[in-house]
Each structure stands twice: as structure tokens, then as C-alpha cells.
């Protein structure tokens, strides 16, 4: 499997991350492995450290879907982050449940990140 870094840093070897992987708890798109979070994508499976997430919290989107005789309405839910470069990434989970577990293991493995979206001040 393709192994991609979101963050440039210190190179791990495939071996490593594809041990890791195969380790990792799956929650949707994203898995949750011991040092770090992995996006599913077509192209391969790209990582992010731990330590590079300064915040995180669970988005809801709600999806109406128009179909033949009705209107079905569903809710998705995303892991999204603040990371340390600067971006912000998102990976989309199950439910609300997941959603809450991936912030407790992130919390776990990162004390120092924060949980919770801030509205950003203008």
C-alpha cells in the first residue's frame, strides 16, 4: 500500500506504517492507529501524527436526499482538525458515537490538543 505523509516530516518506513495500519481501528475513512491517523483515499492512505493536531472536533452535516416519492433527510459526521501547519483536514466517521470515541482516542494520545470548535473572531 501507498503510504502518504498530510504533514512533511521525518520519514517512516512503509513497513512501519503498514504494520500500523493493519493494527488500526477502522471508524469510517479515517482509522485510528497507535501514533497516527490515517485518511483512506484512492490514490492510498495518507497519515497524520498525533502530535500535529492542535484541535479537534466532530462536525454534523444533515444531507437531504431527493429520491422518486419523498424526501430523505440523514445526518454525516466528520472528524475535523486544526493541524500544525496550518491547515484543516477532515475525515468523515459512522455516527455521533464513533465521532465522540475518535476525540477521546486522539485526547489519549495527544493531552495537549484541544476538543471543540471555536467560532474564529474577526
Wanted: charged fraction near 25%; proline fraction near 5%.
Amino acid at each position: 500500500m501507498k503510504f502518504k505523509p498530510e504533514i512533511p516530516s521525518a520519514s517512516l518506513s512503509p513497513d512501519t506504517l503498514e504494520q500500523e495500519y493493519a493494527q488500526a481501528r477502522d471508524v469510517g475513512k479515517v482509522q485510528l492507529g497507535e501514533r497516527h491517523l490515517f485518511f483512506r483515499k484512492f490514490s492510498g492512505v495518507s497519515y497524520l501524527p498525533y502530535g500535529q493536531i492542535l484541535r479537534v472536533w466532530l462536525r454534523q452535516e444533515e444531507v437531504k436526499a431527493r429520491m422518486c416519492c419523498a424526501t430523505a433527510n440523514f445526518d454525516q459526521f466528520y472528524l475535523v482538525m486544526d493541524c500544525a501547519d496550518g491547515q484543516e483536514r477532515r475525515g468523515q466517521v459512522m455516527d455521533k458515537t464513533t465521532g465522540q470515541q475518535c476525540l477521546d482516542h486522539i485526547s489519549a494520545k495527544n493531552p495537549a490538543v484541544k476538543i471543540g470548535f471555536v467560532k474564529p473572531t474577526e
